[in-house]
C-alpha cells in the first residue's frame, strides 16, 4: 500500500461493510485490505458474514491477506474508531457472544444508527428475514456451494478479461440480474426489511446479506444494502453532511495492475 494514499485517505463519518467472507475462496480480500487502507471513518460497522464459517467447514482456507484484513480492522478499533460487528448467518458462531467485546471491538446482533442529520437507522445482517435461510437451512447450505462454484467460475473468467486488458465484471452478479427468480427474491427481501424499519418508526434500514448493493425509497423508508466482497467489492458510506453513499471499489481500477497502487478509484453504484 502506497504511503501516499495512508497519507491522504478518504475520509467519512462512518463506512458499513458486509459479507466480506474470509475463509472462502471467493473472498477479493485484495480489494477489502486496499479499502480500509484508503479510508478513514469514526465508526465501521461489520454487517455480517465477514468470517465465512460454511466454507471453513470444508477445509481451511485463511491466506495472509485474510490475517491482514483482521488487523486492520482490529488496528483501527485500537485507534479509537467504533467498530460493531453484527454477525450473519456464515458467522453465525458469534451470536453466541452477543455484548462481548473483542480486541476493542463489539459484537451485536442489531444496532440503531443515527445519521448526522438526525436520521435514524436499523443495522442488520438480513438473514432473519430469508424464509430460505430460517426455514430451509440444507437448502441454503447446497445454494451456498452452488454460489462458490460460480465463483471459481468467475475468477477464471476475470483472468482471461485481464490477458485481454479489460476491466473487472462480475459473472454472478451479471446472472442475479437477469435471473427472473432471483430478481423477484432481491425485491421481496428488499421489501421485507423496509417494512420492518417502517413498523419500528425508522427512517432506513441498513442491511447486507444479499450479495446486491442498493440504495434506494421504498415507500418513504431509505433501504441501504452494503453489498459484498466476493462479486461487487460495495461499501456504504455516511458522509459528514449525513449523505449516504455506495462505493465500488473495482471500479476505474486497472486490471493491470495490482490494487496495491494508489490507483485505486471508487464511483457511485448504479
Same mark, same amino acid.
Given at each position: 500500500?502506497?504511503?501516499?494514499?495512508?497519507?491522504?485517505?478518504?475520509?467519512?463519518?462512518?463506512?458499513?461493510?458486509?459479507?466480506?467472507?474470509?475463509?472462502?475462496?471467493?473472498?477479493?480480500?485484495?480489494?477489502?485490505?486496499?479499502?480500509?487502507?484508503?479510508?478513514?471513518?469514526?465508526?465501521?460497522?461489520?454487517?455480517?458474514?465477514?468470517?465465512?464459517?460454511?466454507?471453513?467447514?470444508?477445509?481451511?482456507?485463511?491466506?495472509?491477506?485474510?490475517?491482514?484484513?483482521?488487523?486492520?480492522?482490529?488496528?483501527?478499533?485500537?485507534?479509537?474508531?467504533?467498530?460493531?460487528?453484527?454477525?450473519?448467518?456464515?458467522?453465525?458462531?458469534?451470536?453466541?457472544?452477543?455484548?462481548?467485546?473483542?480486541?476493542?471491538?463489539?459484537?451485536?446482533?442489531?444496532?440503531?444508527?443515527?445519521?448526522?442529520?438526525?436520521?435514524?437507522?436499523?443495522?442488520?445482517?438480513?438473514?432473519?428475514?430469508?424464509?430460505?435461510?430460517?426455514?430451509?437451512?440444507?437448502?441454503?447450505?447446497?445454494?451456498?456451494?452452488?454460489?462458490?462454484?460460480?465463483?471459481?467460475?468467475?475468477?477464471?473468467?476475470?483472468?482471461?478479461?485481464?490477458?485481454?486488458?479489460?476491466?473487472?465484471?462480475?459473472?454472478?452478479?451479471?446472472?442475479?440480474?437477469?435471473?427472473?427468480?432471483? !430478481? =423477484? $427474491?432481491?425485491?421481496?427481501?428488499?421489501? +421485507?426489511?423496509?417494512?420492518? &424499519?417502517?413498523?419500528?418508526?425508522? @427512517? *432506513?434500514?441498513?442491511?447486507?446479506?444479499?450479495?446486491?448493493?442498493?440504495?434506494?425509497?421504498?415507500?418513504? !423508508? =431509505? $433501504?441501504?444494502?452494503?453489498?459484498?466482497? +466476493?462479486?461487487?467489492?460495495? &461499501?456504504?458510506?455516511?458522509?459528514? @453532511? *449525513?449523505?449516504?453513499?455506495?462505493?465500488?471499489?473495482?471500479?476505474?481500477?486497472?486490471?493491470?495492475?495490482? !490494487? =496495491?497502487?494508489?490507483?485505486?478509484?471508487?464511483?457511485?453504484?448504479?
Amino acid at each position: 500500500m502506497s504511503e501516499i494514499r495512508r497519507m491522504n485517505p478518504l475520509k467519512y463519518r462512518s463506512i458499513f461493510i458486509s459479507d466480506v467472507h474470509l475463509g472462502s475462496r471467493g473472498c477479493q480480500a485484495e480489494f477489502v485490505l486496499d479499502f480500509l487502507r484508503s479510508t478513514q471513518c469514526r465508526q465501521l460497522y461489520l454487517v455480517g458474514d465477514i468470517v465465512d464459517l460454511w466454507a471453513m467447514k470444508n477445509g481451511l482456507y485463511w491466506p495472509e491477506q485474510h490475517n491482514q484484513v483482521v488487523r486492520e480492522i482490529l488496528d483501527k478499533a485500537r485507534q479509537g474508531v467504533e467498530v460493531i460487528y453484527i454477525p450473519g448467518n456464515h458467522d453465525e458462531l458469534f451470536r453466541d457472544h452477543l455484548g462481548a467485546e473483542f480486541g476493542h471491538v463489539t459484537v451485536r446482533d442489531e444496532v440503531e444508527h443515527t445519521t448526522v442529520d438526525g436520521r435514524r437507522f436499523l443495522v442488520l445482517h438480513g438473514d432473519r428475514f430469508d424464509g430460505v435461510v430460517q426455514h430451509g437451512k440444507w437448502l441454503a447450505h447446497l445454494g451456498s456451494h452452488a454460489y462458490d462454484a460460480l465463483l471459481a467460475l468467475n475468477g477464471t473468467v476475470n483472468r482471461v478479461r485481464r490477458l485481454f486488458g479489460m476491466g473487472y465484471w462480475s459473472l454472478a452478479g451479471y446472472l442475479k440480474q437477469r435471473v427472473k427468480n432471483a !430478481v =423477484s $427474491y432481491i425485491s421481496d427481501f428488499e421489501g +421485507v426489511l423496509a417494512a420492518e &424499519a417502517r413498523r419500528r418508526s425508522l @427512517d *432506513g434500514m441498513i442491511c447486507g446479506h444479499i450479495h446486491h448493493a442498493e440504495i434506494r425509497d421504498i415507500e418513504g !423508508v =431509505s $433501504y441501504c444494502n452494503c453489498g459484498d466482497w +466476493v462479486e461487487s467489492c460495495t &461499501a456504504l458510506v455516511e458522509h459528514h @453532511d *449525513g449523505r449516504m453513499e455506495l462505493l465500488r471499489w473495482t471500479d476505474a481500477v486497472p486490471e493491470s495492475i495490482t !490494487v =496495491s497502487e494508489p490507483l485505486v478509484a471508487f464511483a457511485k453504484a448504479s
